[in-house]
């Protein structure tokens, strides 16, 4: 059979990129004018050059055409993928915790580790300018409590929003948070009591995971793939085989992984839950950095039930040290709106208005636009720098969005010594053995690639690379 | 036996301002003064004064001397007080707490439910200048997350005015929260688990109730006093015959009783709960605003073993909207660490950073010198307006700060009742019922005595004796 059309010209495109013929960074033809030159329709070239782009060959810039990229393939492989059947188990104090907690906190340290970008990234002057019209218009602005669910001007911006994804969300069902976290752990506590279970993907982010273990709750860790997401196939046998309070997902900008799933997936994420009566708490706290032109869809919007309770914030897109956070729960919203008035009563008031006001001048849409195309630039710096200065046999993932690269090193490497011994040279890294109770992934590095690319990064790369080498030599020698 | 010399000088000059020869607001000689007068030492004259103060005849002014204000005998009486022998009980759902949150929320009514003063108290002009220049100094502020313990600026200042009560603080055990009501709950979970008893005093806000209700732990209702504190005896007594896992107390500035316990029973209540393991959970929001020239203590300022966990924040001096609250957890400083962690993350950037430098300046100082004044005033007219205006029967506190006002009606009122005949008439009151697990303040109505006094929280008050002596009289008809 012949392949088809679109895939015909993707392929002789690629092995012109392949080749060096079209050399990095050069702007090849826009769709209109290759599809007149081709003659044939639009919708197949837009259809080869995704193809070119989900191979990491070419890059969308936003109305200014695509760019050669290095393709995927001269990159190092991605990570293994290893299904392992889970089981119920008590979340334990995560060993390390409070060194890298304490390594977070430390100033002049090259933070590869923490999950938070460069702070040039953030859109600081305007939200100060902003800052400054919102003190001067209610000089009273954090003289009252703003009770759950929070201030109206922010939750009308979020419901508008949703709009984007066919939402159609109500002011009303939005709580405001105090982060994205707080967001979370309000939900776990709305559907699950202590003891129960919760389904999480693995890896997750330790923050959660030190959150169930504070709630008192077991997890069943659902393997993950780097691409596909969440194991649908052994997340169905194993809401068969055990009760289940709730899952956990990130299905868009996972994080460590980096996938987006795709939209079927997520249909058929949701309606496995719903027919378990599994309620769904959606992290979606990195959608909105989806590299590529479109936004993703939370899982949320396939959702007709009210069973997921989808939960995001602001801290990746205008600063963590704002806190504003906010969720739709569905069914679960007067639930997690007292549990938000009983564990921090309100949130600030001043961090809220600014949030607000940036929404509704429209600001937000263009930053997020900008910002999208930035993560990306620094993504593909960092992952050539970590192909050239890490040891043979490393691997890793192909982020569809965020700024987070979850690198797999040589079986036999520790990411906890690694950790410790990249401190002592300034640099921190977060070990992949605490993203999973079961400590599935000792021998991996999550690596925060939302830092400017610079001499310093590139630097504190090839510190972690080097170190990554002894240890890996050292093991063979062991 | 002969009366000693300072009483026998208050009691004359207590029946002077009774008889109306000294009339209300003239200014009595200063301790000076009158000590050369009739010849006696500073410190009797102090001792009379302080006598005088405490039966409401006469009010320091900060700088300017003493004043003659209407003795308390002169208001209608103080509550009764109630002691009941406590057990554990399960915390339902509290009933009309839906009802009460959703009046707090709603505008335009004359809220003398919320606990928050009128606006106008707070710095708002100096807080915004400072504001402007934090956002102009750091234009970053909100661009990392401040991981637990939080700010070292706020915490350093706050660490310092410890020194104020001989606590010399450490800042690096001052855990910066999301408000005080966090800093409770975090102390809550740090120290006991779900289905475990927690001690404490009734009434008690039902915000914390509510937060002890979500927590799955029950209570045991000590009874309190409103001039005393809570009733040590009784609590010995239980803490012998209960296992219980923390005491939740508020010894200073009482909310809602307003009393300020003793310096020698605050060091009773801290040696008896030491010797029986029992972590003392301390509720120091209101103590700044303590009326009088000096700041009592906390509690927390008696303990030695690091037993006492203790909260606050400046939700209720500089606005409840910037959610700055701490807490010094003693020994369970680290778990409280980490609960800070995964259940917010961090506190929101910029209200810290306004925080510690109003703090820094020494303005907050000044500030809160000249509010309690304000809020004495406030408590002073309010005591006035209902000893007028409320029918006959009512009994009511002499708050030793703050600004909240607990009323006793007639036993037969209903306080939900009324609260709910009050809405229709645009007045927010909140009713006594849910101070209590057992609801055992139906007749009761906790009375916001922090807004300014106008004409329009005079009728609110005069709305509210109306529907009490309606209720009463057909009560007593039914």
Redesign the interface.
Known sequence: MEPPAYLNIAQKLESQILSGALGLGVRIPSVRVLSAQQDVSVATILRAYEWLEARGCIKAHQRSGYYVRAPFQTLIPEPEFRPVTPYPINVGDIPSMDEI?SA??TPDLISLG?S?PN?DV?P??K??KI??RV?CES??????????PGRIELRREIARRSLAFGGEFNPNDIVV???G??AI?LCL?AVA??GQVVAIEIPTYY?VL??I??L?LKVLEIPTHHNEGIDLGELERSLRKHKVAALLTMPNCNSPLGHVMNESNKQRLVDLCERHHVPVIENDVFRELAFGETFPRPAKSYDNTGNVLLCSSFSKT??????VGWVHAGKYRDAVT??K???????????QLVVAEFLASGGYERHVRRIRYTFSDHVQAFTHAITKCFPSGTKMTRPRGGYILWVQLPKRASSEVLFRRALKRGVFVTPGSIFSVKQQFRNCLRVNAGMLWSSKTAGALRVIGELASERVSSAKRG
Do not use: M, W
């Open positions: 907690l977070a906190r923490a938070a702070v953030f600081a002057a939200l100060n800052l400054r003190i000089p009273n602005h954090s003289a009252s409590y703003d009770f759950p948070t105090s982060g976290i707080e752990v506590r009591r202590p923050g030190a959150a273990q504070s008192g205008l600063g963590p040290g704002f806190r007292k549990l008035f009983t564990s921090s009563l309100a949130t600030a008031s001043l961090p």
